[in-house]
């Protein structure tokens, strides 16, 4: 098969499958990139490792919570064997007590690591579902203001000055920007902080400055010397919610996640005002362990509080899908691939025979496929899927009430909490 040639969304390949297994292409050569992106629990990861052992590719991970080492389970790492398989950049390359590791960072840190890769003759195939890393990297880092080590010791002065309370520190920003002090939630005292330092450094609020988790414009830079190949992985939401669920559980009941935020806690290596302890999964359960942690007088039944947690931790793992799936929703530089095609009346045997396909089509050839009236069509089936799935409700599947795991579960959730008790460990609230 020709591989510029261009073959619509849908189409049967013409090639037999017996010879697409066969043929491995090497796309070095022309500054191919390839950026895989969609909502978490998708299957992103999985895709790239097939296609990196495939494609002669190595893998940059554009997740914000990978970078950092010690959080495993719930950033879901790829493991040591699939690192051992395929090389990984950007994985376990900062220190989640030292929190410094910007959105800057990562830009300047990915694409040394393209460079790298296509210098030694490998396909980059640039993996997450951070909105900002990926778009930082396929668009370009937006003009932001720098904060020099002076303003951050400044703006650190004037927190520590309000001795971790929330709404005194919280007035600082507002007196300087409202409109951003109300979009904060509660205890973000990353962001807050990063907001002081960033309007002390340019006299400018947030407010005034350029947005840049917005939309981008629909066209790619023409000065990037990179051919920047971009798919969005969807599924039906209703699977995707099923998928996201049994993960949740199984970070729960077989990854050990519970113990994992402990330790990290009892080593003060995470803390409620850094930025890794406000990702999915460590967020609910530090405010769960933190409960139990105060519960002296035993007031709220085990049993209830750890339902109750378990359905806040599925639900809002939902929600970031959410999110993820509106922050590209408007992006036209990006093609929707189904993981499943027949539920979304696409007609293709292989995801991974299909996204390499769709790789090696020339520049022409792989926009057309983006602006084709089939990717219009996705966009609107899976917008139709929207107002049914606001009455999903989870139902668990491995950690069922009063069962083995369930009682496991409640049992280290104690122990931890007993042990975060007994260290009467300071936390900032």
């Not at 530090?286 to 931790?313: C, M, Q």
Request: hydrophobic residues 40%.
């Amino acid at each position: 098969m020709d591989s510029s040639a261009f073959v619509p969304s849908g189409a049967k390949l013409g090639c037999p499958r017996k010879l697409r297994r066969c043929r491995a292409v090497s796309m070095a050569s022309d500054r191919k990139v390839l950026v895989i992106s969609g909502p978490t629990a998708v299957g992103k990861s999985s895709l790239a490792i097939k296609l990196a052992q495939r494609l002669d590719g190595e893998i940059i991970s554009a997740d914000s919570v990978q970078v950092y080492r010690n959080l495993d389970v719930g950033s879901n790492k790829p493991s040591e064997e699939e690192r051992r398989t395929v090389k990984h950049h950007l994985i376990d390359v900062a220190l989640p007590e030292e929190d410094d590791y910007s959105a800057g960072q990562f830009f300047h840190d990915a694409r040394a690591a393209t460079q790298d890769a296509l210098g030694r003759g490998k396909l980059p195939i640039v993996v997450g579902g951070t909105s900002m890393y990926v778009r930082w990297f396929v668009y370009g880092k937006p003009p932001t203001a720098e904060s020099s080590p002076e303003v951050r010791e400044q703006v650190e002065r004037e927190v520590a000055e309000v001795h971790g309370d929330w709404n005194a520190a919280l007035n600082l920003l507002s007196e300087l920007d409202k409109s951003r002090a109300e979009k904060l939630e509660k205890n973000d005292w990353y962001r807050l902080k990063r907001s002081l330092e960033i309007i002390r450094s340019s006299d400018r609020t947030i407010t005034d400055l350029p947005d840049v988790g917005a939309a981008p414009a629909a066209v790619m830079p023409e000065k990037s010397d990179l051919d920047v190949r971009c798919i969005f992985l969807i599924d039906s939401r209703q699977a995707l919610f099923k998928r996201i669920d049994e993960r949740c559980e199984i970070m729960l009941a077989k990854n050990g996640l519970i113990s994992e935020v402990a330790e990290l806690l009892l080593e003060n290596r995470l803390r409620l005002e850094s930025s890794p302890t406000r990702a999915i999964g460590y967020r609910q359960v530090i405010e769960y362990l933190l409960a139990r942690k105060l519960d002296l007088e035993g007031v709220e039944d085990p049993k209830a509080a750890f339902r109750s947690f378990l359905k806040v931790f599925m639900s809002a793992t939902r929600q970031y899908a959410r999110k993820q799936m509106q922050w590209f929703r408007s992006d036209k530089n990006f093609l929707w691939l189904p993981i499943y095609p027949a539920d979304f009346e696409m007609n293709y045997d292989n995801l991974e025979y299909e996204a390499e396909r769709l790789i090696s089509l020339d520049r022409e050839a792989f926009d057309a496929e983006v602006a084709s009236s089939t990717q219009t069509r996705l966009r609107e089936l899976y917008s139709a899927e929207g107002p049914s799935m606001k009455r999903y409700i989870s139902q668990p599947v491995l950690i069922t009430p009063d069962g083995q795991i369930e009682r496991k579960l409640l049992a280290e959730v104690e122990n931890s909490a007993a042990r975060l008790r007994a260290e009467e460990m300071y936390i900032k609230t």
